[in-house]
């Protein structure tokens, strides 16, 4: 089946089951999978215009829904927090999806970029997984307060304590979490934009920051992210096909049939990775995704070099 926004020529069950592999992994650690699945469209598919940003956003907007559904069923959404991540993130994604058609439609240049953030990514969870290895255990940080006012949650889901412009405090499993407010936003617009740019809602960015630097644990920040996500990525589909008028040199617009193959299988491995990640430990996964990041952004590097 050839795909014509896009020029791909490809199985359409080819991208039902490369959607669902992905976000199945991914959605343990409260990442949608874009991340992983825009180097597959670039190396695998030679899918490289601009659109191949826009497509992996629509990925995220048909796949994430059902990954948060079962999330807010478990109760185990922190809205305060996905309200934060969300408000900040959204003004960067239009400054990033502007970035990525008026400076980056160049496919070698991209790939350099690209590479960056993979490089980041992968480089962050390995080395958050490499400390948490080595180190002993120590005590809770100043973002951590064992509750001892009897409101503790010894299960899995979580319960907001206070939502200010200061801070963002909840419990879960009897221990109060809390961040600075301020601190997300800024944070949140900051990953916006490269998320924007590299066609990803910046979940894959911002949850590393929220585990090694905020200290909040992974069970509780995988529905605020992927909800943040799945609004941003709206609003960057939305934008690359309103300004896909004012470049009509270039393939800015979604490729609407193969984004949402993607996302179909996204939508079921999404599902599937919120129900597993009670009963799952993330450890292994997170370092074959940390060695594949890391290989994938290297070769990126070695394509652009040449």
Not at 145 to 150: A, E, L, S, T
Not at 157 to 180: D, M, N, W
Request: glycine share 12%.
């Amino acid at each position: 089946m050839i795909f014509p926004i896009s020029g791909v020529e490809v199985s359409p069950i080819v991208p039902v089951i490369t959607g669902f592999y992905i976000s199945i992994f991914t959605s343990v650690g409260g990442i949608s999978g874009a991340f992983l699945l825009l180097p597959f469209q670039m190396s695998v598919l030679g899918y490289t215009n601009p659109s191949v940003s826009a497509t992996n956003q629509l990925y995220n907007v048909v796949a994430i829904p059902s990954g948060v559904c079962r999330f807010v069923r478990e109760k185990r959404m922190v809205w305060p927090l996905t309200l934060a991540v969300a408000v900040g993130t959204l003004p960067g994604v239009f400054i990033g999806a502007y970035i990525r058609v008026a400076w980056l439609p160049d496919p070698k240049l991209f790939k350099l970029f690209a590479a960056c953030v993979l490089l980041y990514i992968g480089g962050k969870i390995v080395r958050n997984l490499a400390a948490k290895n080595a180190d002993p255990p120590r005590a809770a940080s100043s973002y951590i307060i064992h509750d001892k006012g009897g409101g503790a949650n010894p299960d899995f889901t979580v319960a907001v304590k206070e939502f200010s412009l200061r801070r963002i405090a909840y419990t879960f499993q009897g221990e109060l979490h809390q961040c600075p407010t301020t601190g997300i936003f800024v944070l949140s617009f900051l990953v916006g934009i490269i998320g924007g740019t590299y066609g990803i809602g910046g979940g894959a960015i911002i949850a590393p920051f929220f585990v090694s630097f905020f200290r909040l644990p992974v069970h509780t920040i995988s529905g605020a992210t992927l909800m943040g996500t799945f609004l941003t990525s709206i609003a960057g589909v939305a934008f690359y096909t309103l300004i896909a008028s004012s470049f009509p040199e270039q393939s800015v617009a979604p490729d609407w049939a193969l984004g949402l193959l993607f996302g179909l299988g996204g939508a079921a491995g999404m599902y599937c990775g919120a129900r597993l990640q009670k009963h799952v430990p993330a450890t292994a996964i997170k370092w074959m995704l940390g060695a594949v990041i890391i290989g994938t952004a290297c070769k990126y590097i070695l394509e652009y070099l040449r």
